[in-house]
């Protein structure tokens, strides 16, 4: 607005001059400017800053400020750490657009309004994938593809490394890969990182630990060499996995002989079993899993041959076990081994023949209760088993699971092993025992045991004895016959129930040819072939018809018998025709005749005329046939019939 101010003034000669005073108003001065800063895309939850430092006023006027929410996402509870603030700040507590508003004033007038719009999103997760087990020197996949962004963004991958176990020079197959790849070179513990981003905000970190041990080492046990038809046991017992963990089996086959339906008794068990069925090669895999892994695979291989013959020479059956020695002079043993009575040097039992050591010239052996004598080619005599009584001879009670020679003489002739006591004839022809001498068994006038063999007497005519549970007999070179020992039922055969300490003749007659003596009973042979039995009969095992007991010897029907033997309770004998005959306990099955019902008389068992020696078991017999193949029945819970099983058999089996 301008004012104008006039004057009249008389300056001469009457000129009337005005003079005009003008006052002009100043222009305005303009308003403060607002600046709320750029917008802003974070990520939910960050600390936003807002900056209205770039506000201004004419001629740099002081600004005071004044922030405040437009609008704020729902559910927001965001609040300014100041509205007069330069650059105030806030939590982006939602997700969604924040509008705010900022007002300056210079001291004057208030500017126009700015507003700021900060919109924040969810920043995108890693996800590294589960941590894994694995088997050290594995390849390992990780996994990144559950990583997210909102709105499905495209993301990409950052991984690397955050620890190795010491020596382990891993790499990853790629740092940008959804799915890289690396070699766990090491055992212990590798773990790795990832950050993604979506265009826009990097994640925040996920890691993955991957933890590597040995894998566990399956053993199938070593190959095998076996006879076509035989029951093969596989071992993967020495199998092992990292820190002892228990394992599972899993066996199959690779490859069996061409006709072969065999199958495995079970293919989860560390031992399994199948039977050789047809002739050649199995090959049979093996791999275990410690619950973590799987082992490599481990394959066996089982050889199954048709034997060229079995060539068995001499049996000899023991109250539980069985020895016998093939026609090569090898010695072998089945049965129970609880006392080292098999002589394998262990004490585990054996349902199948096991070779005894590696000689190969053994001639004879006896199988007593729980201990075996043997005597070999050069005249040396050997014990093992139980020596609780000093039954071994050796010279001492302790007791033998491998083969021990008695003292050092080379003439020893024939041995027999009875309960506790042992007796034997040297070629000089004197008589020797040893062991237990309960009711003077040994028949050295005492009660003495003996630990080493010592003399009987001083006759020089002994041809063969035999020992029972608990009494003697033997035959001298003249025919005739002794008994010594324990005498209840009359087993001595003198006609009394007397024991005796020292060999005391039975009869006068000097014909008798074998002499077998069982645990409650005896059996002989006549040189003229007639079979004679005395002593206890609770179960008709002397075979003349009754259950009465004899003391003296009456004969046994009126054929020709070529040999026979005294189980238990039960005998069995072989005729001169080749015929095989039993009677007495059956309860087992020990007769052979294929029931279980004792006998009072002679039962024929089978039809078999080729029949060559014989041989009674407490509670199970052998015998072998002219073909030299073997044969048992009877009691089998220990393995003793050598069958490869523990089934009881009534009838002859034949032992491979």
């Known amino acids: 607005m301008i004012t104008l101010l006039c004057k009249m003034m008389l300056l001469g000669m009457l000129t009337l001059v005005f003079l005009v005073s003008c006052e002009v108003d100043p222009p305005p001065v303009p308003a403060p400017v607002a600046n709320a800063g750029p917008d802003q895309n974070v990520t939910t939850g960050v600390l936003v800053t807002l900056d209205g430092s770039l506000s201004s006023a004419a001629g740099g006027a002081p600004l005071t400020y004044n922030w405040s929410f437009v609008s704020r996402p729902a559910g927001s509870a965001a609040a300014l750490s100041s509205t007069t603030a330069v650059r105030p700040t806030f939590t982006a507590d939602a997700s969604g657009s924040f509008r705010i508003r900022l007002v300056v004033n210079d001291g004057r007038v208030d500017s126009a309004a700015d507003t700021v719009t900060v919109m924040t999103t969810a920043a995108p997760v890693a996800h590294a994938g589960p941590d894994q087990n694995v088997t050290t020197g ?3 996949t990780l996994d990144g593809s559950q990583s997210s962004a909102a709105g499905g963004a495209m993301l990409t991958y950052n991984w690397s490394f955050v620890s190795r176990p010491a020596g382990s020079a891993a790499a990853l197959s790629s740092t940008t890969a959804v799915r890289p790849t690396f070699t766990a070179d090491a055992s212990g513990s590798f773990r790795i990182r990832l950050v993604v981003n979506d265009g826009r905000l990097d994640s925040a970190a996920d890691t993955v630990t991957v933890m590597t041990t040995a894998a566990p080492v399956a053993h199938a046990g070593p190959d095998q060499n076996v006879t076509t038809g035989s029951l093969v046991t596989l071992d993967g017992g020495l199998s092992s996995a990292a820190g002892g963990a228990m394992l599972t089996y899993n066996w199959s086959f690779v490859s069996r002989p061409a006709g072969s339906a065999a199958a495995l008794s079970s293919t989860t068990a560390v031992r399994p079993t199948f039977t050789a069925d047809a002739s050649g090669s199995y090959r049979v895999r093996l791999v275990v899993n410690d619950g973590r892994a799987d082992s490599a695979a481990d394959t066996v291989t089982v050889t199954a041959t048709v034997p060229i013959a079995v060539t068995w020479s001499t049996v000899s059956g023991g109250s539980s076990h069985t020895i016998a020695i093939k026609s090569d002079g090898t010695l072998w043993a089945w049965g129970n081994n609880g006392a080292g009575q098999l002589g394998d040097g262990t004490t585990t ?3 199948l023949p096991v070779p005894i050591g590696t000689a190969t010239n053994w001639a004879s052996v006896a199988a007593g209760s729980a201990y075996t004598v043997a005597i070999r080619t050069d005249g040396t005599l050997w014990a093992w088993g139980i020596n609780s009584s000093g039954q ?7 007791s ?3 083969p021990v020679q008695i003292g050092t003489a080379t003439n020893w002739v024939s041995v027999a092993a009875g309960g506790s006591h042992t007796v034997a004839v040297r070629k000089d022809g004197t008589l020797w025992a040893w062991g237990s001498n309960g009711a003077g068994r040994l028949g050295d006038g005492t009660t003495t045991d003996r630990w080493s063999p010592v003399q009987i007497g001083t006759a020089t005519n002994w041809a063969s004895v035999s020992a029972g549970g608990l009494h ?6 003249d025919g005739t016959l002794w008994a010594w020992g324990i005498n209840g039922n009359g087993k001595l055969g003198d006609g009394t129930t007397t024991g005796r300490r020292s060999p005391v003749q039975i009869g006068t007659d000097t014909n008798w040819a074998s002499v077998a003596a069982g645990d409650y009973h005896t059996v002989a042979i006549r040189s003229d072939g007639t079979l004679w039995a005395w002593g206890d009969n609770m179960n008709g095992q002397l075979g003349d018809g009754t259950t009465t007991d004899r003391w003296l010897p009456v004969q046994i029907a009126t054929d020709t018998w070529a040999s026979v033997s005294a189980g238990d309770r039960q005998t069995v004998a072989r005729r001169t025709d080749g015929t095989l005959w039993a009677w007495g306990r059956n309860d087992d099955g020990e007769l052979g005749d294929g029931t279980n ?3 009072w008389s002679p039962v024929r068992i089978g039809t078999d005329t ?8 407490d509670f199970h017999t052998l015998a072998i046939r002219t073909d030299r193949t073997l044969w048992a029945w009877g009691r089998n819970m220990n393995g003793q019939l050598g069958d490869g099983t523990t089934t009881e058999r009534n009838s002859p089996v034949q032992v491979q």
Do not use: P
């Open 472 to 477: 003697t007999l033997a035959i001298r070179t």
């Open 392 to 398: 071994l001879g050796i010279g001492t009670n302790v």
């Open 610 to 617: 080729n029949w060559a020696s014989v041989s009674a078991g």
């Open 597 to 599: 019902t004792d006998r």
């Open 400 to 402: 033998n699971s491998a």
């Open 138 to 140: 594995s390849l390992v």
């Open 349 to 351: 039992e054996r349902r």
